[in-house]
């Protein structure tokens, strides 16, 4: 337990950095994200969001899933947007419950204000399914901002897929393809 003790006492975190055993500053803060997944968690997150988030990252990328790239700690909203704005590309997983969570919402719309390439992959859900309901949880400007970033991104070319007779490996190489692909076009885009 001491050793311990002492590991953590030299190691001590100072604005986002970590002071080594003399003093050597080490850096701690996490690369910028390459393509940020949105997501439903309780859906997706042991399923195409993290199989995705494995494979983009076998491949030198920095993606952003929220279990995988946040620590105990972070501010929520704070990292996400972060990685939101600072992210070249979005994959938005739709799932049959996704609209049901304002932070996938939010995520979204953030997504489509910010201008990013969003490549939207329906799991076990048509597009014609997704609407976001006025149940009261959100307010009119949020709600419009939802329905509008939903609309959007229904009506952009996705993949669809449905886990009851779907190769979960292709559509890994299908959605990881996409990706590549917008990452070579907002490059080409810069000034």
């Known amino acids: 337990m001491q050793r311990l003790s002492t590991t953590i006492a030299k190691?001590?975190?100072?604005?986002?950095?970590?002071?080594g055993p003399n003093s050597q500053i080490i850096q701690t803060r996490r690369p910028p994200c390459d393509v940020f997944i949105n997501h439903r968690?309780?859906?997706?997150?042991?399923?195409i969001a993290g199989l995705l988030h494995s494979f983009l990252s076998l491949l030198g990328l920095h993606p952003f899933l929220d279990s995988?790239?946040?620590?105990?700690?972070?501010?929520?909203?704070?990292?996400?947007?972060?990685?939101?704005?600072?992210?070249?590309?979005?994959?938005?997983?739709f799932?049959?419950?996704?609209?049901?969570?304002r932070f996938c919402l939010h995520e979204l719309a953030l997504l489509m204000e910010t201008k990013k390439r969003v490549i939207p992959i329906f799991?076990?859900?048509?597009?014609?399914?997704?609407?976001?309901?006025?149940?009261?949880?959100?307010?009119?400007?949020?709600?419009?901002?939802?329905?509008h970033a939903l609309e959007e991104a229904k009506n952009?070319?996705?993949?669809?897929f449905y886990s009851s007779?779907?190769?979960?490996?292709?559509?890994?190489?299908?959605?990881?393809?996409a990706v590549i692909h917008s990452l070579l076009e907002a490059e080409d885009e810069k000034p």
């Open 11 to 19: 190691n001590v975190i100072h604005h986002g950095h970590v002071l």
């Open 95 to 101: 799932s049959p419950h996704y609209c049901e969570s």
């Open 165 to 177: 007779n779907g190769d979960w490996s292709k559509l890994v190489r299908d959605a990881s393809d």
């Open 68 to 93: 995988r790239s946040m620590m105990p700690g972070d501010k929520l909203f704070d990292e996400i947007d972060a990685a939101i704005y600072g992210c070249k590309v979005g994959v938005a997983v």
């Open 156 to 160: 952009t070319d996705g993949l669809s």
């Open 41 to 47: 968690g309780a859906e997706t997150k042991r399923s």
């Open 123 to 147: 799991c076990d859900v048509k597009p014609s399914q997704l609407q976001v309901m006025d149940d009261l949880k959100h307010s009119a400007n949020h709600l419009e901002r939802y329905r």
